[in-house]
Nanobody, 123 residues
Framework: VQLQAYGGGLVQAGDSLRLSCAASARAFRQYVVGWFRQAPGQEREFVAAINRSGERTYYADFVKGRFTISRDNAKSTVYLQMNSLKPEDAAVYSC?????????????????WGQGTKVTVSS
């Protein structure tokens, strides 16, 4: 599975941004997909995940109510809508996938990773 995240950029605090994760897998609908982020000098952290059908989602506490993960299996793409961005949201955001029937939130649970896209939030 090849993943490519894109959509990052420079925004101001309070702005919105939508990230996309395009996948090459034929059976994309059988993969759980997650978004992770890593700020300079910090460890990678979980942001959000979505199950295979898109009916179930899971978020880190620090993005609940602000970020929304969704997927379009027909387009083999997962999205991360980020609203009310804060300077502390600045990081490189990466998407990851795992062939699984259950939701996964740990970095080590995912075995396919795409290159990240950088999000910068100015105050």
């Amino acid at each position: 599975v090849q993943l490519q995240a894109y959509g990052g950029g420079l925004v101001q605090a309070g702005d919105s941004l939508r990230l996309s994760c395009a996948a090459s897998a034929r059976a994309f609908r059988q993969y759980v997909v997650g978004w992770f982020r890593q700020a300079p000098g910090q460890e990678r952290e979980f942001v959000a995940a979505i199950n295979r059908s898109g009916e179930r989602t899971y978020y880190a506490d620090f993005v609940k109510g602000r970020f929304t993960i969704s997927r379009d299996n027909a387009k083999s793409t997962v999205y991360l809508q980020m609203n009310s961005l804060k300077p502390e949201d600045a990081a490189v955001y990466s998407c990851a996938a795992v062939y699984s029937v259950t939701m996964q939130t740990r970095t080590e649970d995912y075995n396919y990773w795409g290159q990240g896209t950088k999000v910068t939030v100015s105050s």
